[in-house]
């Protein structure tokens, strides 16, 4: 049986017009969170201001991990020479352009995080690594090699200023392939795919354990890393997942149907099960080998405070995608994959909270409008910058040489 080419029946020229009630909204959140932290970071009273520090952090680490990992889905679908998913790369290309600005934001966090707000003071405060001092941790200063202020600067800006260079070229190979055709583009592209996941793949296990492990430099675990991709990925997919349908609601992408959210639906269901199997992993070795120092990451999240914020987070992150996208049909619907999208970019916002409160704020007693205000100024943000982007271009890769396949893809 032939393939019909069904390129005449789509506009693949159509370009998103971002503006009305989505530009009013995302305005809106942006002016909601700087009014949130500015509020914070006035206040006399310290434990807020050290929430509001440590609430940056977490909404920087998260607004970056999400843009990484839109770069991470190009490029993996580059390698494997995946045709599903060439029609929505577009969506995932705009959150990789936006990953230089999520970049510097995170980098002026970390930086003044380390020099004005201590919220790396577990490793960086006078005295611990002196032997002379009385404030020295044996501990510590046995991490000193690594745990220093100009290797951990020197690997944030090398980090990020990598996976922002291979973001940025990625997606103008993709936009400068719709003007030229051919496949240099795409063998170019393939080519630099292939080595920004070898760097990627080595690297961020490091990046998260600087930027997030090392707020309790004591305890270590060789999983955090892979626990954290997890994350960023699962959150990825789903901002992805969100994106599309929200675009395909307000009549764009038709090329797009229910097989390929289907397959987004799969990613989410699959990598939420590793997310589960990496935690798990982690905490079920660290209880039951009942080593007092490595219990001490868990007995902090067990206070009265966490306690149900931390089950709360398995609660979502496993058991709702378990039990919403195990069915077939469910993956197939709009409204239902939005709701889940929704819900798991909530609920791995919850984990990072609960990866980063207990280590920063030694003396948190309270969530609230810091919490959601900045939570909501960086969602406003990142729809702002990413549908900005995605309005600049096509919404379709035209010349992209799976794109004829992407159009066929039936599950």
């Known amino acids: 049986m032939g393939t019909h080419n069904h390129h005449h029946d789509y506009n693949f020229s159509e370009q998103f017009q971002f503006g ?34 440590a609430n940056l ?34 969506i995932p290309q705009a959150m990789a352009s936006v990953l230089p600005i999520a970049s510097l934001i995170l980098l002026i966090i970390v930086g003044l995080g380390l020099y004005t707000h201590n919220l790396y003071h577990h490793w960086h405060a006078d005295g611990l690594t002196d032997p002379t001092s009385p404030n020295y941790d044996a501990l510590v200063a046995g991490k000193a090699a690594f745990l220093n202020v100009p290797g951990f600067l020197i690997r944030q800006v090398l980090f990020m200023g990598s996976y922002s260079i ?40 490091i990046w998260s354990f600087d930027t997030i492990m090392s707020l309790e430099a004591h305890w270590f675990s060789t999983m955090f890393g892979w626990y954290n991709f997890a994350a960023m990925w699962v959150s990825g997919i789903s901002a992805i997942t969100l994106i599309l349908i929200l675009l395909k609601k307000a009549g764009y ?24 199997y990496v935690w798990f992993a982690q905490f079920m070795l660290i209880w ?39 069915d077939r049909d469910a993956k197939r619907k709009e409204t239902f994959m939005m709701c889940v999208a929704i819900l798991l970019l909530l609920g791995h916002w919850l984990d990072y909270y609960i990866m980063i409160m207990p280590g920063t704020v030694e003396a948190h007693r309270g969530f609230g409008i810091i919490e959601v205000g900045t939570a909501i100024g960086f ?11 995605l309005s600049k271009h096509a919404l379709a890769p035209k010349h992209h040489p799976f794109l004829d396949e992407s159009l066929h893809h039936q599950i």
């Open 57 to 90: 952090l977490l909404m920087g680490y998260y607004f970056t991990c999400v843009c990484a990992a839109g770069a991470f889905f190009v490029a993996l679908q580059l390698v494997t020479q995946s045709g599903w998913s060439a029609g929505l790369l577009r």
């Open 253 to 276: 992408m038709s090329w797009v149907n229910e097989n390929h959210l289907h397959d987004l639906g799969k990613l989410m269901f699959g990598f939420s099960i590793f997310w589960t």
């Open 166 to 205: 291979f973001a940025f070229i990625l997606a103008k190979l993709s936009y400068n392939e719709d003007l030229n055709g051919g496949l240099n583009g795409y063998k170019k592209s393939f080519k630099l795919s292939a080595l920004f996941l070898v760097i990627f793949g080595f690297t961020t296990p």
């Open 20 to 53: 009305g009630v989505a530009k009013i909204l995302s305005i809106v959140a942006v002016v909601i969170g700087i009014a949130s932290i500015a509020w914070g970071l006035l206040s006399h009273d310290h434990i807020i201001h050290e929430r509001t520090y």
């Open 379 to 389: 969602a406003g943000l990142f729809t702002f910058l990413v549908l900005s982007k």
């Open 288 to 326: 039951y080998s009942n080593i007092p120092e490595e219990t001490v990451y868990f007995y902090k999240r067990w206070e009265p405070e966490y306690k149900p914020w931390f089950w709360l987070s398995i609660v979502i992150n496993f058991v709702a995608p378990l039990l919403l996208l195990v």
